[in-house]
Structures are given as C-alpha cells and as structure tokens.
T-cell receptor, first 110, second 117 residues
Framework: DAKTTQPNSMESNEEEPVHLPCNHS???????IHWYRQLPSQGPEYVIH???SNVNNRMASLAIAEDRKSSTLILHRATLRDAAVYYC???????????FGKGTLLTVNP | GAVVSQHPSRVICKSGTSVKIECRSL??????MFWYRQFPKQSLMLMAT?????????EQGVEKDKFLINHASLTLSTLTVTSAHPEDSSFYIC?????????????FGSGTRLTVV
C-alpha cells in the first residue's frame, strides 16, 4: 500500500486560502489520490479524489504533480468549519482499499 | 454522495460480553464494505474488508475470531466484537465505495464509540 506523508499541523486565517501538501512517492500508476477530513468523534468526510489531472469541486481543488509523487489540497477560502484533520490517502489493490496516514490537523484562526 | 448509516453511535458493554455494530448502505448496494478502528489521537486503522456473500478479508494482526464480520446482504455489514475487553474500547467506523463518485470515492459511517467496562 502506498504511504503518504503530511505535515502534522498547519494554521490558517479565516477567509484565506490554504494549501495542504502531501507526498506519496511510492504511489503506483493505478492508485487514486484521495482527501478526507475528520472532525472529533465523527467519521471521515469525503473532500476530493483524483488520478492524474487536477480536480475541482465545490469544497476544494486538488492539484496533482506531473509525476504523481505529491499533491496539494487547496481550500480557496478557509472558514472556521474547515478546521479538522485532513487525510491524504492513496487507494490501490484489487479492492482499492484506503490506508490512512497520520493526517494534518488544520487550525483556522478567526 | 451516497450515505452509509452506522448503528449504534455509542455503546457501553461489560467485559466478556459481545457487541454488534451495524453498517447499512442507504439507497445503494455495497458488495464491499470496510471496517476501521481508531484510538484516541490516532489515525484510522483498517481492520478488514467485508465481502457480500463470502468471507471477510482481515488485515494482518487483526483477530478474525474476535472481530466477526458478516455481510449477508448488499446493504448490510455487521461487526461483532466478541468477548470484549477494555482494550477493545475504541471508535469503530465503516465505509463503502460511493457509486455517486464513480465508485472510487468512499463514504463513511458516523462511527461507533465502544466502551468496555
């Protein structure tokens, strides 16, 4: 299973953009890149996923490096509700199972 | 996205008893579901992959006789913690591949907080 590396924590100010980095240097060609976020005592929430091309949705944007060994989750305007642990996860194998790393704790300052 | 419903949200049981946790896919069929365990301040750890109509696949180090998984229908998977002990106290979460996201994004249940006393 491909492993991901993220900073333990990051801080942002409300209404400013946030760039959350992730390294996944051992990713294989068919592994998807996922981002989920989790609030305390809740299950993870889907944010975005992609394979090779950059992706946008109403929550965030995902920028994937050309060699796919890293990616960046972009929150265009952070709000207090975006404070959470963000997990960058790769999926692979016959069941495309997810193996979670330690994640990044994002703090958003008012 | 699709919704996975997990029940109960929290349960307290006595040491030595068994506890069943249900995970239901709402409005979609899930031939495969995944069970995770999360200890305080830690990340999610995949325990097993639940397969409809066949045996579950357990991750290395997870006792299959202790954590019984049944996936008898396309919308229901259950995890039974047998002979629970205090060290089994944890946050258990299920997930399934979300058909609304091409089957490659995942949707998660809200989790079950198990406390063994």
């Amino acid at each position: 299973d491909a492993k991901t590396t993220q900073p333990n924590s990051m801080e942002s100010n409300e209404e400013e953009p946030v760039h959350l980095p992730c390294n996944h240097s051992t990713i294989s060609g068919t592994d998807y890149i996922h981002w989920y976020r989790q609030l305390p005592s809740q299950g993870p929430e889907y944010v975005i996923h992609g394979l090779t091309s950059n992706v946008n949705n109403r929550m965030a944007s995902l920028a994937i490096a050309e060699d796919r060994k890293s990616s960046t989750l972009i929150l265009h305007r952070a709000t207090l509700r975006d404070a959470a642990v963000y997990y960058c996860v790769n999926s692979g194998g016959s069941n495309y199972k997810l193996t979670f790393g330690k994640g990044t704790l994002l703090t958003v300052n008012p | 996205g699709a919704v996975v419903s997990q029940h109960p949200s929290r349960v307290i049981c006595k040491s030595g008893t068994s506890v069943k946790i249900e995970c239901r896919s709402l409005d979609f069929q899930a031939t495969t579901m995944f069970w995770y365990r999360q200890f305080p301040k830690q990340s999610l750890m995949l325990m097993a992959t639940s397969n409809e109509g066949s045996k579950a696949t357990y991750e290395q180090g997870v006792e299959k006789d202790k954590f019984l998984i049944n996936h008898a229908s396309l919308t229901l998977s259950t995890l039974t913690v047998t002979s629970a002990h205090p060290e089994d106290s944890s946050f258990y979460i299920c997930s399934a591949r979300d058909p609304d996201r091409g089957g490659y994004g995942y949707t998660f249940g809200s989790g079950t907080r198990l406390t063994v006393v």
